[in-house]
């Protein structure tokens, strides 16, 4: 699968999972399934700004844990996976395979190691596992000082990232690392996505408040009220 293909898999979910069934409340519901998730995703990240610089790559980074993260609400699976099990969404059996590896999407935090040509070297901070990210288009922006939030697509036994990235603040990397350290060994996958979301958010909200010191904002006390 390639990234061009990649985006045509992704532009094809969005359009199912955000369409009519699903951005409708149901019956008896307040809420669609859309308008919950994103609820869920933004309460204490502070008001989405339109006019913000970041607010594209927040509204991707939204779609990605709709697709792959949230279970939805009536079915109890994500989209990606459910896409697999429905007659109503469409599939040649190439497609299937496509589908398939985006419903294998993992989602990490990462420290960047080097870049060779165009092969990106990074380690999950999870795992603590070197990957190797193969004649990456997207290979600007990383640095050995700032740990990061992205989900890699398997294709056989390369992988590629997905659309939306987490820049942590360099300074917030010894918080986020003792963190990590809390959690046991085998962290379950719903702890560390608590975790991902919980950062996100925390990021979110230095965006709108570079008046305050980052420890305020990247902290388990409620320092500031917002």
């Not at 990383?142 to 989900?151: G, K, L, V, Y």
Request: net charge negative; charged share 35%.
């Amino acid at each position: 699968m390639r990234v061009e293909e990649f985006d045509q898999r992704m532009e094809r979910l969005i359009l199912h999972f955000t369409g009519p069934g699903y951005s409708a409340p149901s019956e008896g519901a307040a809420l669609s399934e859309v308008a919950e998730a994103k609820k869920e995703f933004f309460t204490d990240a502070g008001i989405m700004d339109e006019r913000s610089d970041h607010f594209e790559m927040r509204m991707v980074q939204f779609l990605d844990w709709y697709l792959f993260t949230r279970p939805l609400q009536r079915e109890g699976k994500t989209p990606a996976r459910l896409a697999l099990e429905i007659d109503q969404f469409v599939m040649t059996a190439q497609e299937r395979l496509d589908f398939e590896a985006l419903s294998e999407t993992k989602h990490s935090l990462f420290e960047f190691l080097k870049l060779r040509g165009r092969d990106i070297h990074i380690r999950d901070l999870f795992l603590d596992k070197e990957i190797i990210v193969r004649d990456s288009p997207v290979n600007l922006g990383f640095t050995r000082e700032e740990i990061f939030d992205a989900r890699l697509v398997p294709v056989g036994e390369e992988h590629f990232f997905a659309r939306g990235f987490c820049f942590h603040p360099a300074d917030a990397s010894k918080f986020i690392r003792d963190e990590i350290a809390k959690l046991p060994d085998w962290p379950a996958h719903e702890d560390k996505e608590l975790l991902m979301l919980r950062l996100m958010k925390m990021r979110y909200k230095y965006e709108q408040f570079r008046h305050l010191r980052l420890d305020m904002i990247y902290s388990n006390e409620k320092k500031v009220r917002f």
